[in-house]
């Protein structure tokens, strides 16, 4: 069980903290609205209202002993880069933080946050790509670099091995794992025969996933 605070908890700081809790962890809940408070409080181990930008608060509640912080505060950039800010400087192992631009996240980084989210871009993303084809299941962008494509076998690709396929050399991409039915083949060997109805789970340089992706679109 790891233990995890949560700072902000609007629509989706609040299915975060959610998530983690009923996933066994334990989660500190904060936000300035008594109001989000109240209706995140019994989802989560703890919720408190508080000043974001207040440091002693933060310090108060412990947060150094925290294994991560979220901040995923929505609109206000002034109380994002100061609760980010504030975390760091207290000592939180991993900060992860909501950005609402690229530029935003640029100093989110620059002051101290392990990872940042760009929650509206990423759904954008994977979003379009489920519309361009049937065939596509999911799209995960792990980096501006590579990307996680969840796709449905298309028919050419029936009744063929992933050695005739050479997904691998056309594309430069992994298949990492098919799922069949309720079965899960993790690391398939190249003479696993694709049937329909398999879904594969390449993993490869966005370009090559984007590749991909067009073809079952065809």
């Known amino acids: 069980m790891k233990s995890f605070a949560v700072i902000g ?3 989706f700081g609040s299915a975060v903290a959610k998530t983690l809790f009923d996933l066994g962890n334990e989660v500190l809940a904060i936000d300035g609205d008594m109001d989000v408070v109240d209706n995140i409080a019994g989802h989560v181990t703890h919720a408190i209202q508080a000043d974001v930008m207040d440091e002693g608060v933060l310090r108060e509640l412990g947060l150094s002993n ?3 912080a979220i901040v995923s505060i929505g609109s206000d950039l002034q109380a994002s880069i100061m609760a980010t800010l504030i975390v760091k400087e207290l000592g939180v192992n991993k900060i992860v933080a909501k950005a609402q631009s690229e530029l935003h996240g640029k100093v989110l980084k620059k002051i101290g946050a392990d990872k940042v989210i760009f929650p509206e871009r990423d ?3 994977r979003v379009a790509h489920n519309l361009t084809s049937n065939s596509i299941v999911d799209y995960i962008e792990l980096s501006p670099d590579y990307s996680i494509l ?3 076998a298309i028919s050419k690709w029936y009744d063929k091995s992933l ?3 050479k997904l691998r ?3 430069h991409v992994t298949v990492m794992a098919i799922k069949r039915g309720e079965e899960v083949n993790v690391s398939p060997g190249p003479k696993y025969q694709i049937q329909k109805g398999d879904i594969l789970v390449a993993l490869g340089a966005s370009e090559a996933i984007n590749d991909i992706a067009e073809e079952a679109g065809e």
Do not use: A, P, S
């Open 150 to 152: 969840e796709i449905e």
């Open 169 to 171: 050399n056309k594309y």
């Open 66 to 68: 925290f294994d991560v």
């Open 163 to 165: 050695e005739d396929l």
């Open 9 to 11: 908890c609007g629509r």
């Open 123 to 125: 759904m954008g993303v």
